[in-house]
């Protein structure tokens, strides 16, 4: 108790020390200024001008220092640029730059060809999209009786993208698309359906009444992705009055919560068809079940895709613009890929240097591992490659901070390369000096991945945490890279393995 008060009292006394002192700080301040102040009134004006502009030049100067030094960087948030909308010369530009660094650009300019040919041909194209077993199928075969398309019972029939000439009322020339259903056994045919849905110009959502969560979320994508979109409730003939027009409310809601387009003719309810087993009986009295198609009623749907073609400059553009977004994903694809596969190179690069460096050595030291040049040569290799911009203070701040975790994994890792490089043969007696070369690489190796990591999680080099994801997974990193660096060491040895 007594000490508690004894610790108040002083810092009381601290206090009012501080008072006295800021105190005369203050008067001892204002008395200079105005010191100064008297002198420059009395004086030539010239020399108050001159003063007060020196003043304004080293208060600028102090704080773009203190701004560059403490607040920063601002990095473009990734997310709201791929948001924004792209244009044929955004993803132009990207696309030769991305090929300039050696990324592998064929998919993402495929797209840009096959719009280009569409472009020309003139033909509007509508997708038939939805689960596997709505009708589709049946759908176009309505439309185009003549047309060869695959209908089953059983789901996922149609296995490819097809395309069926059509030419409506007003005479447009009309492209239909059957692309395999959602949900379907085959791998990949989702995706496959999903693009071709990108491509075209309207998208036909097809149904079987109120949308399944997974048909909920294709819906909402679509329309992200600025689909002119028409939901098609087909098999219609299911219903009766009451409930139909329920399903129709309820889907008309769904489309209004997802953004979408609610004026007329944005659901319809229709009946494709499709056939139907219907049991005959012969003049003789036996009974045989025999295969009939059903009518088809699909007079809404047609009205609904000529209303929707009356602006074809409109759906052309949205078309474009769904598939240069669809470019650029392909682009992302292929970036994500060939940072990877660089990445690697970049970590093993500076691994072998390191390894290298700690055999070179007499007697490796532990003090300054990774803050010299090849940790700030990997670190700043890796965030190029990554777009990320950090000022050299964060990769120096990254580096120290790494380097004091360090210390605690260095016991384990030299502990992992001696048992790693007993496995392999034929190298006799584990040198203490390969050992020490392949901890040291076992660490920069670490290093290397865990930075990947931060990078491609979160798009820029945030010292503290990059430090912290090295110091969680270096345990992890060093046994998974033991065989790897064991390896490199031993190519690396004087007179080798
Ligand atoms: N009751 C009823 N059944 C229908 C209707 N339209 C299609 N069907 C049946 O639904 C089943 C699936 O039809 P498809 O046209 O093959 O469906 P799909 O969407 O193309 O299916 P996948 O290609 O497998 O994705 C078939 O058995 C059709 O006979 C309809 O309007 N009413
Ligand atoms: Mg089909």
């Known amino acids: 108790m007594k000490l508690d008060r004894f610790i108040r009292i002083g810092i009381a006394a601290v206090i009012g020390l501080l008072f006295v002192v800021a105190i005369g700080a203050l008067l001892f301040i204002t008395e200079s200024a105005l010191n100064v102040w008297d002198r420059l009134d009395e004086g030539p004006k010239v020399l108050l001008y001159g003063y007060l502009a020196v003043m304004v030049v080293l208060v600028v100067t102090a704080l773009?220092?203190?701004?560059?030094?403490?607040?920063?960087?601002?990095?473009?948030?990734?997310?709201?640029?791929?948001?924004?909308?792209?244009?044929?010369?955004?993803?132009?530009?990207?696309?030769?730059?991305?090929?300039?660094?050696?990324?592998?650009?064929?998919?993402?300019?495929?797209?840009?060809?096959?719009?280009?040919?569409?472009?020309?041909?003139?033909?509007?194209?509508?997708?038939?999209?939805?689960?596997?077993?709505?009708?589709?199928?049946?759908?176009?075969?309505?439309?185009?009786?003549?047309?060869?398309?695959?209908?089953?019972?059983?789901?996922?029939?149609?296995?490819?993208?097809?395309?069926?000439?059509?030419?409506?009322?007003?005479?447009?020339?009309?492209?239909?698309?059957?692309?395999?259903?959602?949900?379907?056994?085959?791998?990949?045919?989702?995706?496959?359906?999903?693009?071709?849905?990108?491509?075209?110009?309207?998208?036909?959502?097809?149904?079987?009444?109120?949308?399944?969560?997974?048909?909920?979320?294709?819906?909402?994508?679509l329309l992200c992705l600025g689909k002119p979109l028409v939901i098609v409730m087909n098999k219609s003939d299911r219903f009766g009055v009451e409930e139909q027009a329920a399903?129709?409310?309820?889907?008309l809601e769904h489309l209004e919560l997802a953004g979408g387009e609610i004026e007329r003719d944005r659901v319809v309810a229709v009946t494709a068809g499709g056939a139907t087993d219907v049991v005959e009986r012969t003049s003789d009295g036996t009974e045989s079940t025999v295969k009939r198609q059903r009518p088809a009623d699909i007079g809404v749907l047609v009205v609904a895709i000529n209303r929707l073609l009356e602006d074809p400059t409109e759906i052309d553009e949205r078309r474009d613009r769904a598939v240069f977004r669809l470019a650029a994903d392909k682009l992302a694809e292929a970036e994500a890929h060939y940072r990877v596969q660089r990445s690697e190179q970049i970590i093993r690069n500076g691994t072998r240097k390191a390894v290298v460096g700690a055999l070179a050595a007499v007697s490796p030291g532990t003090d300054v591992l990774i803050q010299g040049y090849i940790g700030t040569a990997m670190t700043q290799e890796l965030c190029k490659l990554y777009d990320a911009t950090p000022r050299d203070l964060d990769i120096e701040e990254f580096l120290n901070l790494s380097q004091s975790r360090v210390g605690r994994a260095l016991p384990l890792s030299l502990a992992v390369?001696?048992?790693?490089?007993?496995?392999?043969?034929?190298?006799?007696?584990?040198?203490?000096?390969?050992?020490?070369?392949?901890?040291?690489?076992?660490?920069?190796?670490?290093?290397?991945?865990?930075?990947?990591?931060?990078?491609?999680?979160?798009?820029?080099?945030?010292?503290?945490?990059?430090?912290?994801?090295?110091?969680?997974?270096?345990?992890?990193?060093?046994?998974?890279?033991?065989?790897?660096?064991?390896?490199?060491?031993?190519?690396?040895?004087?007179?080798?393995?």
């Open 64 to 221: 773009w220092l203190i701004w560059r030094l403490v607040v920063r960087r601002k990095i473009p948030d990734v997310r709201a640029k791929a948001a924004r909308k792209l244009s044929q010369s955004d993803i132009r530009a990207r696309l030769a730059e991305a090929e300039a660094s050696g990324v592998d650009v064929g998919a993402a300019q495929s797209e840009l060809q096959e719009l280009a040919a569409r472009q020309a041909s003139g033909a509007i194209h509508l997708c038939f999209f939805g689960e596997i077993s709505t009708g589709k199928s049946s759908l176009i075969r309505a439309l185009v009786p003549t047309a060869d398309v695959s209908v089953d019972v059983l789901g996922g029939s149609t296995t490819d993208v097809r395309h069926y000439r059509w030419r409506n009322d007003a005479g447009n020339e009309i492209l239909l698309t059957d692309v395999p259903g959602m949900g379907g056994h085959e791998e990949g045919l989702g995706d496959v359906a999903m693009q071709e849905a990108q491509r075209s110009h309207v998208v036909l959502f097809v149904c079987e009444g109120d949308l399944t969560r997974p048909e909920a979320g294709a819906v909402n994508q």
């Open 417 to 497: 390369a001696g048992n790693g490089l007993k496995a392999f043969p034929g190298i006799g007696t584990v040198a203490g000096g390969l050992v020490h070369a392949v901890a040291y690489g076992l660490i920069f190796d670490a290093l290397g991945r865990s930075l990947v990591m931060t990078l491609s999680k979160h798009g820029e080099l945030v010292p503290e945490v990059a430090a912290k994801e090295f110091e969680e997974g270096i345990s992890e990193h060093i046994e998974a890279g033991v065989r790897r660096v064991a390896k490199m060491a031993l190519e690396e040895k004087p007179g080798g393995s």
């Open 247 to 251: 399903l129709m409310q309820r889907l």
